[in-house]
């Protein structure tokens, strides 16, 4: 499995992401992780890393509930940036509310949406799946 160069994670719950970020070096997800706490850090620091003309994430894991701009918020400003790279999002999110899910799908960015706890598995089925698009 090919490792990813850049992976973002949105989520403002600590111990989501240490446990992510462990299962990642377990499995040799990514070489980097980038961290954000909230929808409205990562919008600044990726439309930053934008205008820079820097390295992007390849894949975000977007947690839907967060202080100061959730996620969905963070969808519908991130989408109205110009940028050549296609970035893969996965909703990742404790919800399990069938309209989330739904409105998940209506992003053209959003890959899939997975409930937390997030395991190895589903980790190398994003790798599997990350494979065929690129």
Partial sequence: MKKIDITCIIDDDPIFVFG???IMELIGFSKNIMVFQNGEEALNNLKA??????KLPDVILLDLNMPILD????LDEFV????EKKIII???S???????ILRAKSYEWVSDYIVKPVTVAKLKEVLVDLEKVN
């Fill in 20 to 22: 992510v970020k462990k």
């Fill in 49 to 54: 890393i934008i205008s820079a003309n820097e």
């Fill in 71 to 74: 996620g969905w918020q963070f």
């Fill in 80 to 83: 109205k940036i110009p940028c």
């Fill in 90 to 92: 996965y909703i990742v």
């Fill in 94 to 100: 404790s919800s399990v509310d069938p309209d989330d």
